[in-house]
């Protein structure tokens, strides 16, 4: 018969943490959640006594869903936690056990426990300093001067706990060692956690009709699970710089209510929000916290998970595009975006796109690893991927799987052919490898459809239309609009309904571009703009101004010049008529080695 550790349920209660205590599972409960993962409550024994408040940690579900866990099984406690609720009422967590006898080996109920009510726990001893308590030094004096009246007063007596004397040098209201994640309730009061920071978003911008402002997000890990950190406004100007991925901190006095399952992915019932009393403090003593865990699903693999959904991945980038931007259907503001080919071993290639600050800062010099926690899956084009707010980018990682891909890649994937996911109409999904002529765009119809079409092509610049290729923009970063010369020397914003002493330059450039089959009418903005004319808008709207032989001139240097042009087309109707209006999403100078290698797999296709 194993031998339980008779008492420690009490010395647990009390604030003890005896190491590794044997306990028998008495009985078992699932608390069912319609919107949350579900949890367990045990009733547990120690032999002597028996205690009902008793939650396994969500990560410890599987062994119950797998039978491991079951009425009158042994288990050993490798780590817990013991949590005070409103009311005096106190919560066992198990965050890590392992069974050391079935139910079905026992059999039975071991002793005779006596219940505790949850209200009345015993008083014992304590057996030890609990785990997490601050260290922070606290002089005991036989007699201590009371400041009001000078005179001596008691010892502390010999009774009191090691819980009592630390809990004196505490902050007032602040509990005496930290609260796991998976114990945490909206009803509690006072609670401190210590988690690593595994995300951090960027900052971003809301508008409603209550206003508008700023916020950030980052996920927070503890060996019991996740949760989710906002912050608003003053929030993001006080703790955004502060908090570091991989780090770890202390949070307490945050505000606490039920997980919004449509921001978040975590699987936890709850997620927090800071408010002015919130207190951040970063945790400079060495802590065994789980670090950021990837489960990477392979490029190949990602048709059988079901769109939309979050998946870990990881990539070689192929193909790094120049950034473009898009006005977002709910702000119509105009968005950076960025779109990434990465590959793997499997031989697929599949479009990342990035959005906002992650697309202007990315580098793809080097074919960098790239790998992404949570990356936003959807079934455009068959397969593709994006970097959404709850996603977690990280470059060239110092990880097994990073290593391993990049010595895969220097050594044959660098030149390898790659296959793309196919949509249900039979197009390749990847913008980089649709390639068309441009009399197929036309006996094709591409862009008669509800949705535009991508394509890949090579062409010539033949002409580029000078004329209104360029205005004068608000000088904001987030504001393109035209803006309005006053004649005082100010500039008038409409959008913005400000006037500035300055302005900036965009360009809306339309340029005929022609293979050997056909030619056709594009429009560059800003971005792809700039690649086909070798300068930045305001180099050549400084030259415009000043130097109209000049600005002739480098418009003239432009033409002739070959590009892999990605476009987007797409027919639309203006004053009743239909005409088929084809974007640049991005112009880049032609890679005539992997052109080289294309044109062989083809010959090859032919067989020739």
């Known amino acids: 018969m194993v031998k339980l550790t008779n008492g420690a349920i009490v010395d647990i209660l009390n604030g003890g943490t005896p190491e590794k205590p044997l306990l028998q599972v008495i009985n078992a409960k699932k608390i069912e959640s319609a919107n949350t993962v579900d949890r367990y409550r045990l009733l547990l024994s120690d032999g002597d006594y028996s205690y009902s408040h008793v939650m396994m940690a969500a990560q410890l579900n599987k062994m119950m869903e797998s039978n491991e866990v079951t009425n009158f099984c042994v288990i050993e406690a490798t780590k817990y936690m013991c949590n005070k609720l409103p009311g005096e009422k106190r919560v066992i967590i198990l965050l890590d056990i392992k069974v050391l006898a079935k139910g079905s080996e026992v059999g039975q109920k071991i002793g005779n426990p006596t219940t505790i009510n949850p209200t009345q726990v015993p008083t014992k001893p304590v057996s030890s300093e609990p785990a997490g308590v601050d260290k922070n030094p606290v002089i005991l004096q036989s007699k ?242 994006s970097v959404s707010n709850g996603s977690q980018l990280l470059i060239n990682p110092d990880i097994k799987e990073a290593h391993i891909l990049r010595g895969w890649f220097e050594n044959e994937g660098r030149y390898q052919n790659f296959n793309s996911y196919q949509s249900e109409g039979g197009q390749s999904s990847g913008h980089s490898t649709n390639w068309k002529l441009f009399s197929q765009v036309k006996s094709e119809n591409l862009g008669q459809g509800e949705k535009a079409d991508y394509y890949t092509a090579r062409g010539t610049v033949l002409f580029l ?77 400084s030259l415009r101004e000043k130097d109209e032989n000049q600005f002739d001139q480098v418009m003239s240097e432009a033409l002739f010049k070959q590009y892999t042009f990605k476009m987007r087309a797409k027919v639309e109707s203006y004053n009743e008529e239909s005409r088929l209006k084809t974007v640049c999403v991005s112009a880049t100078p032609i890679d005539w080695k992997e052109a080289s290698i294309q044109l062989l797999e083809q010959i090859k296709q032919l067989g020739i």
Not at 231 to 241: E, L, R
Not at 284 to 304: A, H, R
């Open 144 to 385: 201590q001067v009371n400041n009001t009246t000078g005179r001596a007063q008691p010892s502390l007596s010999s009774g009191l706990s090691a819980n009592s004397s630390v809990s004196k040098s505490l902050t007032p209201n602040t509990p005496s060692r930290p609260h796991s994640i998976a114990s945490l309730t909206p009803y509690q009061n006072r609670w401190r956690i210590r988690a690593r920071v595994t995300m951090k978003s960027n900052i971003r911008t809301w508008n409603n009709s209550r206003g508008e402002g700023r916020l950030f997000n980052v996920n927070l890990l503890d060996d019991s699970g996740e949760i989710r950190l906002t912050g608003f406004n003053d929030q993001v100007d006080k703790f955004y710089n502060l908090l570091e991925v991989n780090k770890v901190y202390y949070f307490s006095k945050c505000t606490l209510k039920t997980a919004n399952k449509q921001y978040s992915s975590l699987n936890c019932d709850y997620e927090m929000t800071m408010n002015p009393e919130t207190i951040i403090e970063p945790c400079n003593e060495e802590i065994d916290l789980p670090m950021m865990t990837f489960d990477f699903v392979q490029l190949s693999e990602l048709e059988k998970c079901k769109p939309p959904s979050n998946v870990d991945i990881i990539g070689v980038v192929k193909v790094c595009n120049d950034t473009g931007t898009v006005i977002g259907k709910q702000t119509q503001k105009e968005i950076t975006k960025r779109d990434l080919q990465i590959v793997d071993q499997t031989g697929l290639a599949v479009n990342l796109t990035l959005w906002g600050d992650d697309a202007v800062q990315f580098d793809g010099q080097g074919f960098p690893v790239v790998a992404v926690k949570s990356a936003r899956l959807s079934d455009f084009h068959g397969r593709s991927l």
């Open 465 to 541: 239309r000078k004329e209104n290729c360029m205005y004068q923009a608000c000088p904001t970063a987030e504001c393109n609009k035209k803006v309005v010369d006053q004649g005082n020397g100010l500039y008038r914003c409409e959008k913005c309904n400000r006037e500035f002493p300055n302005y900036k330059w965009r360009m809306i450039l339309s340029a005929n571009v022609a293979d050997h089959t056909d030619n056709q009418w594009i429009t560059c903005f800003q971005e792809s703009a700039e690649a086909l004319i070798g300068i930045k808008a305001d180099e050549l709207g």
